[in-house]
């Protein structure tokens, strides 16, 4: 083959020489614009995963790598004049020019042809796919073939809200080092890790607000080195910042739809970037390499081959890029938990992606895991040997919770007229005994018209509160588990068939009359509802509050409004559901105003030493709708009239909803209510593990956990 490789960064070198080696007749030529010793990078990070892949790629440059390293096990955070380390962190760094050396010396070794100082531009004989087999795009983030070929490759490019600056230094740091410094400017942060026996990466980061405050919009290179030399005066030990054409830019996570166009293939940066904050690209890219080349390696037809590549990596691409969503989300907002205690704002860090968890953390540093524990058991627990965040008590108002996990028993569709069955008296006791601190029962309905169906269970007449009073009695008497109602009213999703039958499926005969803040059925063969007139309101009003007092005498020890889901209180926030031109429409200010009267009329009835707790949609899942921003204001409002938690939960507010689950969906929503508005929530999510649970927990981003499992 006749393989031309545009870009002599680590992606393009390594690939090139891989393919040479796999095969000495291949004509294989590097085409790179800089001379062989430009690199604008400094220290590069590996993975112990990455270094076996290329180990098993390529012995000789292995080796010359694994000499070079710099390696250590720890992590610092240097927070509010503490440092808290985290061990057990297996790192590897080399300079990007060692590595640089490393692979060209390998290329010329192995007969693969370098031409530096070689510019290769739109329309260049050089790089035609025409006159090559194989033309490799491994030209950077600002990829020249990208763009050449955009209508296939269908690019995106996404803009972060931070800036950042990519600094060297002359002081070796003895562990991967995040610095948060704040002054009246904002708050900066420092990414910084050795990787030579001499010199250290030091990224400087923050907000673009707080970059422009401190006039960096309009610093020169040297004024810049200047300003972060003094902010960091104290952690560089007089130590000095070194520049490489070192200038102030904000990341761009790279996306294309595919890889390749005919013979022409992305490699790297070029095919995807992930932000810094994770890791390395080189790391990724040079994973691109060998498994490029083992492809082409693998297959004689290039069509194949390449479409191998790329069903190979990019999954794994994929989930590297969402990682690092996350973990640049964090910086993002990182002034989110300046709050914190130290030793919980450093394993919130760590945690930050998904990645790295609890048990992982206690395997690699049970030292720092002891520390953490006992921090978050300490504000609640007297007991001497701390247990995991998951069985550290919760108190709301006069109510405790032995440990912060919620069950919740699916829905039955077993109650005749609201009255509750056998059947929701066994599932709470089965759910009490399983050990939850909290059981929570399914909707209940707070009018017979306010039933999702007709075997919704409801909390409207005094029958009701005196069967759900043996019930919960029965709890108490055997376990130490507290018990909550969610009462609601199902609005334009009511009248519906059992949920065996098919979600939404209305009834055939026998339905009553719907409710709605305007006109809309909630699907093409839903009932519409009535718009609700002011009277009717009312009337709905004294219903909830009304059951508020069904459920004080039944013993319930906390009650839960439901402002979720598409039911009645959710459909009036949101603009998707909410029409109206009256005061309870329009504007955020107006929609919540029905859902804020509901809840004062139950808080005025509810006992004040029983916490009242509102479970609340995050996000409608689509363009126009309800969203996490909205979703923070009414959880102020709610915290200002006292609600004590707010359960997250998202989406169904109506039928075509687009949902984006994943592991741990509902937490980066659970997390910023939690800290931006500083009250309890609890999350839920698909959460099966107790390991999930005390992450989430001793991460400070949520307050209790739905165990997803299921109650028998």
Sequence with gaps: MRIVTVGG???????????????????????????????????????????????????????????????????????????????????????RKRLLDVLQRRCRQLGVELRFLTEVERGSKLADPA?????????????????????????????????????????????????????????????????????????????????????????????????????FAEDLGGRSLLSNRSLWVSFVTVRNKTWHDGNVVLLGDAAHTAHFTIGSGTKLAMEDAVALAQALTRRRDLEAALTEFELERQPVVERFQQAALESSAYFESVNRYASFEPVQFAFNLLTRSGRITHLELEKRDPGFIAAVDSWYASRTDERRLAPPPLFSRLKLRGLE??????????????????????????????????????????????????????????????????????????????????????????????????????????????????????????????????????????????????????GRAAGFDLLELDMSHGYLLASFLSPLTNHRTDDYGGSLANRIRYPLEVFEAVRAVWPPDRPLVVRLTATDWLPGGFDIEDAVAVAGELHIRGCDLIQVVAGQTVEHDRPVYGRFYLVPYSDRIRNEVGMPTLVSGGLTTADEINTILAAGRADMCVLDQPIN
């Design 401 to 550: 919770m032995a440990n912060r996990v919620v069950l919740s028993p699916a829905s039955q569709d077993a109650a005749e007229e609201g009255m509750p069955s056998e059947d929701h008296s066994a599932l709470l006791r089965d759910a009490a005994d399983a050990g939850a601190g909290l059981v929570l029962t399914e909707f209940l309905a707070v009018s017979a018209h306010g039933r999702i169906g007709p075997g919704t269970p409801g909390l409207y007449a005094d029958e009701h509160a005196s069967t759900w009073l043996r019930m919960v009695e029965a709890v108490h008497a055997s376990s130490p588990s507290r018990v909550g109602a969610r009462i609601g009213h199902s609005g334009s999703r009511g009248a519906t068939r059992p949920r065996v039958d098919g979600l939404d499926r209305p009834l055939r005969e026998g339905a009553w009359p719907l409710l709605g803040p305007s006109a809309d059925p909630y699907t093409r063969l839903s009932q519409v509802p009535h718009p609700m007139s002011a009277a009717k309101m009312r009337e709905v009003k004294e219903d909830f509050a009304s059951a508020a007092e069904h």
């Design 131 to 231: 006159s090559a087999d194989l033309v490799v795009g491994a030209d950077g983030v600002n990829s020249l073939f990208r763009t050449q070929h955009a209508d296939t490759f269908a690019p995106s490019l996404d803009m972060h809200r931070t800036k950042f600056i990519w600094f060297g230094t002359d002081l070796v740091f003895r562990a991967f080092t995040f610095i948060f410094r704040d002054n009246e400017h904002g708050l900066f942060q420092v990414h910084a890790y050795p990787f030579d026996a001499a010199t250290s990466t030091f990224i400087v980061e923050c907000r673009e607000r707080t970059w422009r405050s401190a006039g960096l919009d309009q610093a020169d290179e040297q004024e810049s080195i200047a300003y972060c030399q003094k902010l």
């Design 9 to 95: 960064g680590p992606a393009g070198l390594y690939f090139s020489l891989l393919m040479k080696k796999a095969d000495p007749t291949h004509e294989v030529v590097v085409l790179e614009r800089n001379p062989p010793d430009a690199t604008y990078g400094w220290g590069v990070v590996f993975s112990e995963e990455t270094l076996g892949a290329l180990r098993e790629a390529d012995v000789p440059t292995y080796d010359e790598i694994n000499d070079s390293f710099a390696r250590w096990n720890a992590i610092d955070i240097r927070y509010r004049g503490q440092t808290i380390r985290s061990r057990g962190h297996a790192f590897s760094a080399i300079s």
